[in-house]
């Protein structure tokens, strides 16, 4: 589960980092505001990626999704790709499992 969720983060990191130079256009928005929230967020993707085994990693992970999708009201794209990489962290989590669930039975078989 860790490599696949570790993956999806990172993707997000560089999604976050990109999005963070189209928010940039928008005149309302000062250069520190935006580089101070995507980069808190990068931070937080990297951060997460050694987390994820640890008690409470996913559900940081699924927090961070919900923060993702809602950065849509600042840069629109980001409904569409916060929603992508929901998905994603979905089925990492829940392939990642099973393919655990099947190394711990396949290790448990030829231990016996």
Known sequence: MRTLCAS???GEFFVIGFAGLVAMKDPDLSMTTVWTVSGVAMVFCL???GMITR???VQLGWALQVLLIASGFV????????????????ASVHYGRKVEEAKARFAAQAGA
């Open 47 to 49: 951060l997460l990626c």
């Open 75 to 90: 840069v629109p794209t980001m409904f569409f790709l916060g929603a992508v990489f929901a998905a994603l962290w979905w």
């Open 55 to 57: 008690p409470g990693g």
């Open 8 to 10: 999806t983060l990172i």
